[in-house]
């Protein structure tokens, strides 16, 4: 029989689920992601060498497990290719195999970093104190569904024509508080 173990936090992160699921990784084949993005992320030691993760589970420091980023996760391509260019730097094995990407997992592209610049700029002295990662812009395009998801990359025309009616929405509020608008 087949056993299941979720890892939940409920304190607006920061409380050790990282650490606690590497400790677990071991145990199973696939260690999941179902939310967040790259804002925290933890380190994990092994003997000597360190491993900084941020997107991708802590399973990929563990031979053999399956790693999957889920679709409620809002993914910074960018983010992601650089902590996976890193990760097999340091000897990991981070493949199409091991790492899986939901086709429903959102983007995290510039102008969701953009707008979480120009909120924090507005609020001034009441700023949240974002990681200005663009991570909750996107979570907003995706509640107000017009996010784009990792499947839309697919298909070019869409994607452009996506990005540009999202660039256009991006610096509608960006121009209202007078910050620098995106092309």
Not at 58 to 67: A, E, Q
Not at 142 to 151: E, F, N, Q, Y
Request: hydrophobic residues 40%.
């Amino acid at each position: 029989m087949s056993r299941v173990v979720v890892i939940i936090g409920a304190q607006w992160g920061d409380e050790g689920k990282g650490k606690v699921v590497d400790l677990l990784a071991e145990r199973f084949d696939v260690v999941a992601r179902y939310q967040g993005g790259h804002n925290a992320g933890h380190s994990v030691k092994v003997g000597e060498k360190a491993y900084a993760l941020h997107l991708i589970p802590s399973g990929i420091i563990h031979p053999g497990k399956t790693c999957v980023l889920g679709n409620g996760m809002v993914i910074d391509p960018i983010a992601f290719f650089a902590e996976a260019d890193r990760l097999s730097a340091q000897g990991l094995q981070v493949t199409p195999e091991r790492v899986k990407v939901s086709a429903r997992a959102h983007l995290i592209l510039p102008y969701h970093r953009a707008l979480d610049h120009t909120s924090e700029e507005r609020l001034g002295n009441e700023k949240v104190g974002t990681t200005l990662r663009g991570i909750g812009p996107a979570y907003e395009d995706k509640a107000g569904r017009r996010g784009i998801r990792v499947a839309d990359a697919v298909n070019p025309e869409l994607l452009r024509s996506r990005i540009e009616r999202n660039i256009e929405d991006a610096n509608l509020v960006i121009r209202r508080y007078r910050g620098t608008t995106l092309d």
